[in-house]
């Protein structure tokens, strides 16, 4: 305990108050009953948040007062949940806790990628392959692991409950269930081998998936036997920045995967024809959605053109990521009236652009993207932002904007 100085601890304690205050004002009152409202599969006032992960070098990083290594991860943990609120004005919701995920892992292959990563652009990179032909190196692919720590997560809990766990509890979340192989795979091989693998190798391409799709099955496992799963409700992470609303899985004594949200997405099978990500993807990604609760689909993929053979024959999807890359208005008429959230995740050039906002600009595309999402549960999260040009003002201009056109253009 003694590896937070004593300057650094006040420091921290101050940010848990002002953390409490925020989850405990009027204002985050209201945005959880959009929340639940949402959750409820209610089409009442729909959430905007405009997501930081691109660019906490600009909104969390300067704003860091403490000096000890640990303590300023702590820090940044604190700060980063109410960059949304406290910057921008958005519908992030706050949790009067402070969680804690159990430090598991899992990773469908063994073997590590190998990336050069750019110098100018700072999520930029170039993937160098270690698989290069897929019949001669399978076997390098064949075996993946999992894990968990729970005596470091143990540490991690006890330290939070020293420094300020009297003004902000301490609470076990967990995430969406993940299950990604097509990523990691690519990460391997590069796009292009992926792509001519699906032609030159499909059955040595078929093995490798379902050895993945096990290695993630066997996890899921484990997560039952170790009594790692917890419930994914209300104010819980949904992987792609989102939250666990809903009034379908329960609140206490989950004990199996089909009683927590999952997550799935195929971007790297973004420019195959439906009927190849049938053949190489679905399968594999029906057998996981079997073991959730819930399911939340889509990355930066094309939704529209896998949706009425594939994506719609799940029962269990409520939510479903719409970005630029769709036709939007296609997909609206898809979801309009049925218990899916249309997720969108509008075009970030609009923001991202050097100079001023062009208000006129964004207001005529947010009217089109209201239009779309007419009549079905709405959630905007404005995502691949990779600056705002350090002004957060810009930020919650943005997100005002994008509130006006909801409450103009968008109908129930």
Known sequence: MNMISAKDREILRERARIHLEYANSPENAAILRKW???????????TVRLLFSNFPNEVVEPRLKCEGEGARRIEARLLSALVGRELFDDDTPISPTYDIKWNTWVRPFRIDYKLTR???????????????????????????FFGADKEGTQREIDLANDLFGDILPVRMVMGSLTGGITNPLVHL????????????????????????????????????REGLLLPTCGISPVAQESFAFNSELPETGVTSTNQCWGFLESQ???????????????????????RYGLLSYGCCERVDAIWEKYLSKWPNLRKLSVSPFNDEERVGEYLRGTNVVYYSKPRAEFVTNPGPLDEAALREYFKGVCHAASGCLFEMAQREVGTIFGDAQRGRQYVRIAKECIEEYWKP
């Open 268 to 290: 790297e099978t973004h420019a195959v024809s439906p009927e190849t990500y049938g053949e190489f993807a679905y399968p594999y990604q029906d057998r996981l959605v079997k």
């Open 189 to 224: 091989m590069g796009m292009e081998q992926y792509y001519m693998a699906m032609y030159d190798y499909p059955d040595e391409l078929h093995e490798v998936m379902d050895k993945a799709t096990s290695v993630y099955e066997e996890y899921y496992d484990f997560l039952e």
């Open 118 to 144: 750019s110098t100018i652009a700072r999520n930029g990179f170039h993937i160098d392959p270690v698989i290069e032909d897929l019949e001669r190196d399978k076997e390098k692919l064949l075996g993946g």
């Open 36 to 46: 639940e409202a949402l959750g409820q599969g209610r089409r009442e006032t729909p």
